[in-house]
């Protein structure tokens, strides 16, 4: 007999750590341990997210004959940890293996590293087959390389998989559509609603558990809606590429009050715990494309989500750590403002993001670039607590994918390694892609005084800092000519009212 252990993000039939199983002798582990659910403070949509779902996944695979040990987080014997569940399980049951796929987390491979001289038996750690770029294959095409630069891994990935391409070229004869992608949600045009997915038995036992325990996490457990199944998830895809997808291009990075989710597939949960395989999506998308349900621009800016950066983070993930996750290239140490979890704040824009992420555990990734993460990088907040905010507020956080689009995309703490300039940004963006201006306290086009817009002289701040570090990097060249042109006392009144309200910060 042979254990098979799956963790709460491989909830996939196809996972390597089920292949070759003996439904007449192994048994399958899945554990509910409050080491994960604690080791940040989860926004309490996403620990039920999990736990429901690995309920589901037991139950599917009792369904096919399968023996499943599933220690739940309300099991009175349950020791807590990952590791001590995995060891009282070879306690009691002697299995001759244990067999896991490969984690996703630095801190969980590192366990389980251990876990044979600890156990007494072999223990085997499978590739995770999940993923559409092998991890030797992103270190062979990282090698020598001195910009690792997402877009021509992205390319390298389209012809490896055949994705959008046209024989050796790619569809429509370019590389990618992402000009076309950048316009505020036309007037008029309002994005279907989500579809539900009504919480069955299984998943109102676990909200009631996850608000016993952890009622005091931010978040709200009200309108849970998220999928918990295969099925489920691929209902989630089909309704995606039914409704939303036609003008996902178009309104990829629009942000407007009331619209939570626009156009976005809401499938980035589905994904990574395993309820969907990235393959399946991007083919279902170009399938879109090819039948003529959806534009180009569309088809290819929401593949490349896939294709590109989802593989491209866990591949440099998983070649940058551990030191990764310790870089701090700007110096940044601010801590972490209250308004992040709620506390009030007069900007709208960060209001109506923060609001939005404890409501639904959500927003997309322009929100989360250019607003929390914007605000962030002009601070100078300190990475590890900009990371940990991250990594606890969304339901479709877990650190491979997480971190480098955190250090490297928000704050540009990786000082280039994944971005080859910081998504800084003054309020004018926030303007140009969003209705948030509209009512707010601030005005936007103002750079100093009573009623000016944070962003506006935080920004000029941040540019004026960092002027030395960003000399001859040629995207910088712009903003900082700029910066040399304008006159002394309007960058020196814009400082004060930076440094002002960083003090009051």
């Known amino acids: ?120 038996i072999p223990v085997e750690i499978r590739a995770d087959g999940r993923f559409l770029c092998p991890l030797p294959w992103f270190r062979q095409w990282a090698d020598g390389r001195k910009q690792l630069r997402m877009e021509f891994f992205y390319r390298e990935m389209r012809r490896r998989t055949g994705l959008l391409m046209e024989g050796d070229e790619p569809a429509g004869g370019r590389w990618n559509f992402d000009a076309d992608n950048r316009n505020p949600l036309a007037p008029g045009l309002r994005p279907p609603a989500p579809p539900r997915f009504a919480p069955d038995e299984t998943t109102r036992e676990v909200l009631a558990l996850v608000a016993e325990r952890f009622g005091g996490n931010f978040g709200t457990l009200e309108g849970f809606n998220w999928p918990v199944t295969a099925r489920d998830a691929e209902r989630a895809l089909a309704h995606f590429i039914e409704t939303r997808l036609p003008h996902f291009g178009e309104a990829q990075d629009a942000m407007a009050e009331g619209e939570a989710t626009l156009f976005h597939s809401l499938l980035s949960t589905s994904l990574n715990l395993g309820l969907l395989l990235p393959g399946a999506v991007c083919e279902a998308a170009e399938r879109a494309w090819r039948q003529g349900h959806a534009p180009l621009n569309a088809v290819e800016g929401f593949i490349r989500q896939i294709l590109g950066w989802r593989e491209y983070v866990r591949g440099l993930y998983w070649l940058k750590m551990p030191e990764y996750r310790e870089m701090n290239a700007l110096g940044a140490g601010r801590p972490l403002p209250g ?75 990786d000082g280039g390694i994944m971005a080859s300039k910081p998504y800084a940004a003054s309020g004018a963006y926030i303007n140009r892609m969003s209705d948030h201006c509209r009512g707010c306290a601030h005005d936007v086009k103002a750079q100093t005084g009573p009623r000016a817009c944070p962003f506006n002289f935080l920004y000029w701040d941040f540019i004026a800092r960092h002027a030395a570090r960003f000399e001859g990097n040629a995207r910088m060249a712009m903003p900082l000519s700029t910066l040399r042109k304008m006159a002394p006392g309007k960058l020196a009144a814009m400082r004060e009212e930076a440094r002002r309200f960083l003090e009051a910060l």
């Open 1 to 120: 007999m042979r254990l098979r252990l799956v963790l709460g993000d491989q909830l996939s039939r196809t996972l390597s750590a089920l292949e070759d199983l003996d439904p007449a002798h192994d048994v399958v582990l899945l554990a509910e341990v409050m080491e994960e659910c604690r080791y940040v403070p989860h926004h309490p949509q996403k620990i039920a997210l999990v736990l429901s779902a690995m309920r589901h996944f037991s139950r599917a695979l009792a369904v096919r004959g399968v023996t499943v040990r599933h220690v739940r987080l309300d099991d009175p014997a349950n020791t807590g940890s990952l590791g001590a569940e995995v060891a009282r399980a070879v306690a009691e049951l002697r299995p001759e293996a244990v067999i896991a796929t490969e984690p996703g987390e630095w801190r969980v491979r590192q366990a389980m590293l251990g876990w044979e001289q600890a156990l007494g």
């Open 339 to 413: 308004f992040y979890w709620g506390a009030p704040t007069s900007m709208a824009c960060v209001s109506a993001v923060v609001r939005q992420t404890r409501e639904l555990a959500y927003a997309h990734h322009i929100q989360r670039l250019m607003v929390t993460g914007n605000f962030a990088l002009l601070t100078g907040i300190a990475p590890e607590a900009v990371n940990a905010w991250y990594l606890a507020v969304y339901a479709d956080a877990f650190e491979w994918v997480e971190l480098p689009n955190t250090h490297g995309m928000a704050i540009w703490a």
